[in-house]
C-alpha cells in the first residue's frame, strides 16, 4: 500500500474520530435507513399500482374531494399548486443558488444545482418507465400533459424546499422547529392540491413523496461528506 494511501485512510480516520459525535453517526445510519425503506415502499406501492389493487383506493379519496370542491378553494389549491411548479421551483433554486455563491458556500450551492436538476430528471425518467396514465373523474382546473406516477409536484416540491430548510436549519438553528413545520406543511400542501384538483391519485403523491425523501437524503448526506472533506483539507492547508 503506498504512503499516499496510508495518508489517506490515517486522514479519513482522524476526521471520523474528531469531527463525528455519536449523534452525528447515528443520523447518518438512520439517513441510509430511512432511505432504504423509502425505496422499498416506492416499489411496493408501484407493484400494488400497476396490479391495480389501489384503483378502489384511489377513486374513493379522489371523489371525496372533490365533493369539497368550491370556487373560492380552486383559486387557493391552484395557487398552492403554483409554488410546486417546476418553473417555480426552478427560479427559487437559482435565486438561492445565488445568494449561497455571494455568501461563497459552494459546495452547498453545487449541490442545490444537483439536488434541483436530478430531482426533476429522475422524477421524468421515473414517469417514463411508469407511463400511468393521470385520472380523469371529471374536468380539470389546470393543465396537467405528463404521466402521473409518481408525482413531480410532490417529489420536486419536497426535494428542493426540503433542501432549502436543510440549509436554513443549518445557519439559524434556533429556528429549526418552526422551519422544518413550515416546510412539512407546505410540501403536504402541494401534494394535496394535486389530489383537489383531480390531476394525481393519491398514490402518485405517496411515491412522489417516498423517491423525494430517496433523493433528498441522499443529496444532503453527499453535502455532508464534501464539507467533512474539504474542511479537513482547509484545517490541514492551514497548520502546514
Known amino acids: 500500500m503506498s504512503d499516499y494511501t496510508n495518508k489517506l485512510i490515517q486522514g ?23 432511505a432504504a425503506f423509502c425505496v422499498w415502499g416506492f416499489f411496493k406501492i408501484a407493484e400494488k399500482v400497476f396490479a391495480e389493487e389501489t384503483t378502489e383506493f384511489d377513486t374513493a379519496i379522489l371523489q371525496s374531494i372533490y365533493e369539497q370542491h368550491t370556487p373560492f378553494l ?12 417546476g418553473s417555480t421551483l426552478i427560479y ?3 435565486l438561492v443558488g445565488i445568494v449561497l455563491l455571494v455568501s461563497r458556500k459552494f459546495a452547498s450551492a453545487f449541490t442545490l444545482i444537483i439536488v434541483t436538476s436530478g430531482g426533476i430528471g429522475l422524477n421524468v425518467w421515473l414517469k417514463n418507465i411508469f407511463a400511468r396514465v393521470r385520472p380523469a373523474l371529471w374536468e380539470r382546473i389546470v393543465d396537467a400533459a405528463s404521466y402521473s406516477f409518481p408525482s413531480g409536484h410532490a417529489m420536486v416540491s419536497l426535494v428542493v424546499y426540503g433542501f432549502i430548510c436543510y440549509l436554513l436549519i443549518a445557519n439559524f438553528r434556533y429556528w429549526s422547529s418552526i422551519c422544518l413545520f413550515l416546510t412539512t406543511l407546505l410540501v403536504l400542501a ?9 390531476v394525481h391519485y393519491p398514490t402518485d403523491i405517496i411515491a412522489g413523496y417516498a423517491a423525494g425523501l430517496v433523493w433528498l437524503i441522499s443529496c444532503i448526506l453527499s453535502l455532508e461528506i464534501l464539507q467533512f ?12
Request: charged share 10%.
Open 12 to 34: 479519513w480516520k482522524e476526521q471520523v474520530s474528531s469531527r463525528l459525535s455519536p449523534l452525528l453517526s447515528l443520523l447518518w445510519v438512520g439517513g441510509f435507513a430511512v
Open 74 to 85: 380552486n383559486q387557493i389549491m391552484t395557487g398552492i399548486t403554483f409554488l410546486g411548479n
Open 92 to 94: 427559487l433554486s437559482c
Open 190 to 198: 402541494i401534494g394535496f392540491s394535486r389530489l383537489y384538483l383531480g
Open 229 to 240: 472533506l474539504f474542511g479537513k483539507q482547509n484545517q490541514k492547508a492551514v497548520s502546514d
